[in-house]
T-cell receptor, first 118, second 112 residues
């Protein structure tokens, strides 16, 4: 049973470039979450999917950010025209949500993608 | 706005000492999760608590959820250097937005 995987683990880019991150959730997990974590802070919610539907987006997710989960399995997070303020750890998590588990919805995190924008 | 306040923010102790980390909020959560995070890695789940007053033990770690489901504590007995890391609490709410709300974390260092 593999956990959540993310690719790449590290990304260095120049300001103005586009970047795309991939997340593969735990198999059969129907929910997938994206969070962002900056130094000295806890993770902050960006968006989440249930199967292929994107159900909520944070105000942190500006129009330069887009996330997809086209087949309800893996997800991608794209950042267009990157800015230095986008430098952070981008974390993906997945959970198995159902009527019986709705109170817990325990989320399991991947190792993260560390983005550095120069 | 940080809905979950963790204290202390930093803690440095000697091996063998006991410690308690607190996670407080004015909001009610349907569940509360504790994670440990190493530098450059994602958070690793330690425990989920869902019932007010619930106590869970994981070896030398004891987790408690407050009766009103607004606060939680993590107690470590006889800390070891391997316990060093960032401890994060995260609150979840059911029946609507399922995102987790995190505290800033407690950075624990256990010196040998």
């Amino acid at each position: 049973d593999t956990g959540v995987s993310q690719d790449p683990r590290h990304k260095i880019t120049k300001r103005g470039q586009n970047v795309t991150f991939r997340c593969d959730p735990i198999s059969e997990h129907n929910r997938l979450y994206w969070y962002r974590q900056t130094l000295g802070q806890g993770p902050e919610f960006l968006t989440y999917f249930q199967n292929e539907a994107q159900l909520e987006k944070s105000r942190l997710l500006s129009d330069r950010f887009s996330a997809e989960r086209p087949k309800g399995s893996f997800s991608t997070l794209e950042i267009q025209r990157t800015e230095q303020g986008d430098s952070a750890m981008y974390l993906c998590a997945s959970s198995l949500w159902g009527l019986e588990s709705h109170r817990t919805d325990t989320q399991y995190f991947g190792p993260g993608t560390r983005l550095t924008v120069l | 706005t940080q809905l979950l306040e963790q204290s202390p923010q930093f803690l440095s102790i000697q091996e063998g000492e006991n410690l308690t980390v607190y996670c407080n909020s004015s909001s009610v959560f349907s569940s509360l999760q504790w994670y440990r995070q190493e530098p450059g890695e994602g958070p690793v789940l330690l425990v989920t608590v869902v019932t007010g007053g619930e106590v869970k033990k994981l070896k030398r770690l004891t987790f408690q959820f407050g009766d009103a489901r607004k606060d939680s504590s993590l107690h470590i007995t006889a800390a070891q250097p391997g316990d060093t890391g960032l401890y994060l609490c995260a609150g979840g709410r059911s029946g609507g937005s399922e995102k987790l709300v995190f505290g800033k974390g407690t950075k624990l260092t256990v010196n040998p």
